[in-house]
């Protein structure tokens, strides 16, 4: 339900251009001419994001964490349970800035709409650090 991307199939990345090889408009300098009209409006208005994630190092527990989002549970306590990192705390990574995380994840975090932990509005991407299932408090 509150699902965003994708979750079935692919495994990796569901974040929109989160993966390696992808079709050319992910990375931006190399096309800057054909995302000028959409990404600048972007990247000058929101430049950090307060974001909670779940890690795991495993596809198949990363899997099980969705499942129990997919149930209806409360991101941070899903977050408390599954992460691997930050879990004391919800998943909360707190305001974190444009250029201070990995690429996918950042990319991931910026796309993503405002949400709620009752009502999460959620992806998973894969990074050199394992599974992030992300969810965006707000942006400024």
Request: no cysteine; net charge positive.
């Given at each position: 339900m509150g699902k965003k991307g994708g979750g079935g199939g692919g495994g990796g990345s569901a974040a929109k251009g989160g993966g390696?090889?992808?079709g050319g408009k992910g990375k931006g300098k190399a096309d800057a001419g054909a995302s000028a009209a959409a990404e600048p409006?972007?990247?000058k208005g929101l430049n950090s994001v307060k974001v909670r994630h779940i890690l795991c190092e495993k596809h198949a527990k990363s899997m099980e964490?969705?499942?129990e989002l997919e149930k209806g549970l409360k991101f941070n306590e899903v977050a408390t349970k599954y992460s691997e990192d930050k879990a004391g705390s919800g998943g909360n990574l707190g305001w974190m800035v444009r250029g201070s995380m990995v690429g996918p994840f950042q990319d991931a975090a910026f796309a993503l709409p405002k949400?709620?932990?009752?009502k999460p509005d959620y992806v998973q991407v894969k990074t050199k650090h394992g599974y992030h299932i992300i969810m965006v408090e707000d942006k400024k």
């Open positions: 390696k090889g992808g409006k972007e990247k964490a969705l499942a949400s709620t932990i009752a």
